[in-house]
């Protein structure tokens, strides 16, 4: 994947309309959310299913703690693609999509920028600790907050 390259949100649901609940918001994630999905379109391919609305329904896509956070129920496991592409976002500025980091400001809103979009009330502080329990990543802060991402968020249709 190309870095710092913004893919409008109207390439992106030229390439793949079923995104569209999503919207394209996330400008600088687009590169990302292309990649991802181009992934998912070629597993369901490999398995020989549709991705028709039967079989996939896209809940939410957005930024949660400086992270990409994509929630979807599908018919073919793609929880590893996904994990993956959020894993990618917590060093892509979210507006331009060039190297970044987690930054926070005083108000301890955290978000993924580069230099050039950090403004002055945002700094760059240390990732975030995850934990892992039978599947259940736990993010961490140091003020004591708990956020949890269950498996039940990238639901399977069995
Ligand atoms: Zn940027």
Known sequence: ???????????????????????????????????LATQIEMRYAEQKIALSVEAFHLRQVKEKFGELRFYCVSAVPIQDLIQNATLKSTWLCQECGSAGCLMQNERRWLRTLCDKHATDEYTARPSL???????????FFEEGQLDAVMPSDYLVIR
Do not use: C, S
């Not at 600790?129 to 993010?139: E, W």
């Open 129 to 139: 600790k995850k934990v892992t329990v039978d599947g259940v990543t736990f993010t």
């Open 1 to 35: 994947m190309e870095t710092g390259k913004i893919i409008t949100p109207q390439e992106l649901l030229t390439r793949h309309p079923w995104l569209r609940p999503y919207g394209g918001a996330l400008l600088g994630w687009n590169g990302l959310i292309d990649e």
